[in-house]
């Protein structure tokens, strides 16, 4: 007789490694993207390519780069991402966002080559953010990266 196959809860057919349990989502595409949600309907993520506009929970702390266009925004637990693209050269926008969250009392740059990565953090809110930009054909894209750990 011939060999059972692997089994919904992972069992392996005699002699195959068991896979791992893969959980269940739900995927919606909507008009701005798509939404992933759990088993139960939790919303796990949130993925928006066409409405220009950041996540809806954005924190004020964080602003939008002025004549920046948001062309992708995520939402993924307590963190939220977003990529915008500006005409305006790495060095001013680098320059903008260090005035802008010059309160947050921890920062680190790195840089290497043509990237450029700023980091802040707040332990007192708290609140982390990542500051990523390159420079190509005449643009700069600039992807922000926030981070609110939950309180202990």
Do not use: C, F
Request: proline share 9%.
């Amino acid at each position: 007789s011939p060999a059972a196959a692997p089994g919904a809860a992972g069992q392996a057919a005699h002699g195959e490694a068991a896979l791992p349990a893969v959980p269940q989502v739900n995927v919606e595409a909507k008009d701005q993207g798509l939404i992933i949600t759990d088993k139960d309907g939790k919303e796990a993520i949130r993925l928006d390519t066409t409405s220009g506009k950041p996540p809806e929970d954005w924190p004020n702390e964080v602003p939008l780069y002025p004549g920046g266009k948001v062309q992708m925004s995520m939402k993924l637990g307590r963190g939220s991402t977003l990529t915008l693209e500006t005409a305006d050269p790495v060095a001013k926008v680098i320059e903008y966002y260090k005035t802008q969250l010059a309160r947050m009392p921890q920062t680190n740059a790195v840089d290497s080559g043509d990237s450029h990565t700023v980091m802040w953090s707040d332990p007192s809110k708290p609140l982390q953010v990542t500051l990523a930009l390159t420079a190509a054909e005449g643009k700069t894209r600039a992807t922000l990266i926030v981070t609110r750990e939950r309180a202990r």
